[in-house]
């Protein structure tokens, strides 16, 4: 069964800077889309930045300007450059694959949390 890992969570200050991985145990065919998902503590899991096969990219309001994804599909590898942390931040963040017939592949999530 493929996974999807993620690395590079922790601890950190506001203001502070992360950089998350995620790579996939073994290649997943035809994905659409890479993405990073985040869930607070009481709180339903949301979106906070994607990217295409085409690098296109989208990102959540909230994260706009400070978060950065980039990566390699093909390799199934994806990144995301987290900058200027605040605490509303803190979430465990997940990585999510998307192929072209609608399946989606997930992570088991890393831990994130920004001190004030």
């Known amino acids: 069964q493929v996974q999807l890992v993620e690395s590079g969570g922790g601890l950190v200050q506001a203001g502070g800077s992360l950089r998350l991985v995620c790579a996939a145990s073994r290649n997943i065919f035809a994905i659409d889309s890479m993405a990073w998902y985040r869930q607070a503590p009481g709180k339903q899991r949301e979106l906070a930045a994607t990217?295409?096969?085409?690098?296109?990219?989208h990102y959540a309001d909230s994260v706009k300007g400070r978060f950065t994804i980039f990566g390699d599909i093909a390799k199934n590898t994806v990144y995301l450059e987290m900058n200027n942390l605040k605490p509303d931040d803190t979430a465990v963040y997940y990585c999510?694959?998307?192929?072209?017939?609608?399946?989606?592949?997930w992570g088991q999530g890393t831990q994130v949390t920004v001190s004030s």
């Open positions: 999510n694959a998307l192929n072209r017939w609608g399946t989606n592949y």
């Open positions: 990217i295409t096969t085409r690098d296109t990219t």
